[in-house]
């Protein structure tokens, strides 16, 4: 009876400890004012958006095949556009397409900062042309949203850094330290061999030019609503490293000859075994640092009685490593994938192939490379009479720090612009140009200041691209104060 009161005890005491924890587990108080609205010409950047999805910017992966002709019809929008970008910042072409803003500050001494963006954009997929609502290079405005290919990936960043660009001008703000706006012309072009923001780096260093810091695409600001869980709030992802890039081709050789003689396994038949060792065989999951921090921002924001568990995460990690491992798009956040893309065999229905080939996409976390990658594919593949090629690659980035000034300014602005803002570094799952400045930066972040619900995301690349005009503005907010910022001493 004794031993059952201390028991019991003890769980009550367990009980209520947890619960001050819970009550203690809460955001950092942040007396962060309110950022002073100012008045935004929305309008000119409605418009001048809407000209900029109309130039059919669209980078192809063979350089012959892209037609130069609609970047240089960009080139001269931008001018005509901005004419106190033109007036008083040095505009320089990096061939073929690449473009260099230099806004000299006050201050030369001190290591610039640069705003990144690509002026390329995807093609619309051969046969959907049709599938869109308004043609996807009108550009067209019906007052809610302006459709259209690149408006959210990137055009509107890249106008709305402009926009902020010649306010100041126009504002007759100077800034101390230089700044750079860099755009790159086939950032879509994945693990480009001739890559436009390494012909930009490659330019910048030559001229013993290191950053201060690099602001890129990357995340968005998510409306984050689970009643009863986590309420009216908004997760602003801000990128501090991103995953690598690979396309590997694994071949099979066989003997051929006619179909109507088959052998038991013909060259895809063998190949259906190696589909399945690397699919049975996925690369091992952990949490790294930005999720565990990205966790915690969550599960701090959470509501009281949720916060009872929440306070708990480091013992919810295994658990919580076990679920996402079964959900692609949060298994992608905590392990290299292996996505199986491509296949081919015979030229002909009625040929026994004598060779086989698929094609193999990795997204790598960041400490895995590309050699790492080969030695995987060798390791869990039975068959070792399988040929490995690299087709295309591109590592894995470092990661930026999060106590940075940079960092900092990103931040705040975030909370003064939405103060229901949980502001949390993450690992960008897709590529950027920024991760080609490394050579000559330290401080890369990706975060684009932009209210996106995930359906409107999933339209980047895909049909009925578009932009809410609703979110516009805060757009410009953002950048033009992060300018004000990031480039004072």
Not at 50 to 60: E, G, L, Q, V, Y
Not at 218 to 235: Q, S
Not at 321 to 329: D, G, H, R, T, Y
Not at 418 to 436: F, H, K, Q, R
């Amino acid at each position: 009876m004794k031993k059952s009161k201390i028991i019991a005890a003890a769980a009550a005491t367990a009980a209520v400890a947890n619960a001050v924890h819970a009550a203690c587990f809460k955001p950092k108080e942040d007396s962060i004012p309110l950022l002073e609205r100012e008045p935004e010409n929305v309008e000119r950047y409605r418009k001048n958006l809407s000209k900029a999805i109309s130039i059919k910017t669209i980078s192809r992966r063979d350089p012959e095949e892209t037609d130069w002709a609609e970047f240089e019809r960009f080139h001269a929008f931008l001018d005509e556009a901005y004419p106190l970008i033109k007036e008083k910042l040095e505009k320089e072409v990096v061939p073929p397409a690449n473009l260099i803003y230099r806004w000299k500050g006050t201050k030369p001494e001190l290591d610039p900062i640069a705003l990144c963006a690509h002026q390329d954009v995807v093609p619309v997929s051969s046969g959907t042309e049709q599938d869109w609502t308004h043609p996807a290079f009108d550009g067209y405005d019906d007052g809610t949203y302006i459709w259209g290919r690149g408006a959210l990936d990137m055009k509107n960043h890249l106008i709305a850094v402009m926009e902020s660009v010649e306010t100041l001008l126009e504002q007759g703000f100077t800034p101390e330290r230089d700044v750079y706006l860099l755009f790159g012309d086939n950032e879509e072009v994945v693990a480009s061999n001739d890559n436009g923001a390494t012909a930009i780096m490659n330019v910048l260093r030559d001229r013993g030019i290191h950053l201060d810091a690099v602001l890129d695409e990357g995340g968005a600001m998510l409306p984050v609503d689970i009643k009863d869980v986590i309420n009216n709030k908004y997760l602003a992802g801000i990128g501090v490293a991103e995953k690598g890039y690979a396309d590997i081709e694994i071949t099979l050789s066989a003997k051929g000859g006619h179909s109507s003689q088959p052998p038991k396994h013909t060259a895809l038949g063998q190949m259906a075994d190696v589909i399945k060792d690397l699919e049975n065989n996925q690369f091992k999951s952990s949490f790294n640092s930005s999720m565990k921090s990205l966790f915690d921002s969550i599960a701090r924001n959470c509501t009281y009685p949720v916060r009872l568990i929440t306070c708990n995460l480091p013992a919810l990690y295994p658990a919580l490593l076990q679920i996402c491992k079964l959900i692609p798009p949060a298994a992608c956040m905590i392990r290299t994938t292996t996505g199986i893309t491509m296949a081919s065999g015979s030229p002909a229905a009625n040929v026994l192939p004598q060779r086989a080939s698929i094609t193999v996409n990795f997204r790598a976390m960041p400490g895995t490379t590309t050699e790492d990658l080969v030695d995987h594919i060798k390791k869990v593949v039975r068959n070792k009479n399988i040929e490995v090629n690299v087709i295309n690659s591109k590592e894995a980035s470092k990661f930026s720090p999060t106590d940075s000034r940079a960092f900092g300014i990103i931040s705040k602005l975030c909370k003064s612009i939405e103060p229901n803002a949980i502001v949390a570094p993450y690992l960008v799952m897709g590529g950027t140009d920024s991760c080609y400045y490394e050579p000559i930066c330290e401080n890369i972040y990706r975060y684009a200041p932009f209210k996106v619900n995930t359906s409107l995301l999933l339209c980047t690349h895909g049909t009925n691209e578009r932009i809410p005009v609703s979110i516009m503005g805060e757009g410009l907010l953002f950048f033009r104060n992060y300018i004000r910022q990031a480039s004072a001493e």
